[in-house]
């Protein structure tokens, strides 16, 4: 009788996450890498991020992103860039709603962030572009709920 020899687990794995951009709204794609040695899997690794560049696959991520966004009922129909503009959702009195942005200029989408501070609590929505030069100034949460 002749024994059925079994694959071993690759011991080494590399787990990935290549984002889009800064905000959580951005597109993510998280694979992972195995290797029977560190050096396999780093060289697996480094084949990968290249074959997902040279094929675009991370472009056609995007692509797909922005077109299932477009979809859903709630983001005005994919006429946003990405990352944004869309508004933030907040809850109060136990209801999710969107944060009103008032007159907002901003192209590069926003991110509601939430603290407390000396003062008390405090909310503002900042600029999503990368390069701090070109971020928009903030807007900050007014007593009626509104962000200037």
């Known amino acids: 009788m002749t024994a059925i020899a079994t694959p071993t687990p690759n011991p080494f794995v ?32 480094v084949a990968l991020i290249k074959a997902l ?8 991520t995007s692509h ?11 983001s005005g ?6 990352g944004g503009p869309t508004a933030p959702k907040t809850f109060q009195n136990g209801k999710v709603q969107s944060a009103p942005t008032g007159d907002d200029s901003c192209t590069h989408g926003r991110t509601l962030r939430e603290g407390k501070g000396a003062k008390g609590p405090w909310a503002a929505m900042f600029c999503n572009a990368q390069n ?4 928009c100034d903030p807007l900050w949460r007014q007593p009626d709920g509104s962000f200037q």
């Open 14 to 45: 590399i787990g990935l996450t290549l984002k889009a951009g800064p905000g959580f709204d951005c597109e993510w794609i998280t694979p992972k890498v195995y290797g029977g040695s560190a050096d396999e899997a780093a060289e697996r690794t």
């Open 64 to 74: 797909a992103a922005v077109a299932v966004r477009g979809a859903y009922k709630g």
């Open 53 to 60: 560049a040279d094929k675009g696959v991370v472009e056609m």
């Open 132 to 135: 701090k030069s070109e971020q």
């Open 77 to 82: 129909g994919g006429s946003a860039p990405r």
